[in-house]
């Protein structure tokens, strides 16, 4: 059987859309909050969004870019 974690909560939007619904209900069960949002210029409006957002000094944030534009293009390139 698989290991279940409950205090992670991993997020993977299209475009900046990093809902603060979402960020409130890890803030308030102290879950770790993994946002991976693409390597553009979108992706960089959520980033910045969810760095500064109010909730911030509440969560145990993670941030993932990938190295290309997306994971998608990471995983066929191979992340060279």
Known sequence: PKH????IAVLSV????VP???LG???D???SLVVALDNDAAGRVGFDRV???PLRQSL?????????KDWNEDLLKGQD
């Open 29 to 31: 069960h102290r879950k």
């Open 60 to 68: 145990d944030l993670h941030l993932q870019v990938p190295v290309h």
């Open 51 to 53: 760095f500064n957002h």
């Open 14 to 17: 299209s475009g900046n859309n």
């Open 20 to 22: 603060d619904p979402l």
């Open 25 to 27: 209900f890890c803030a």
């Open 4 to 7: 279940q974690r409950s205090d």
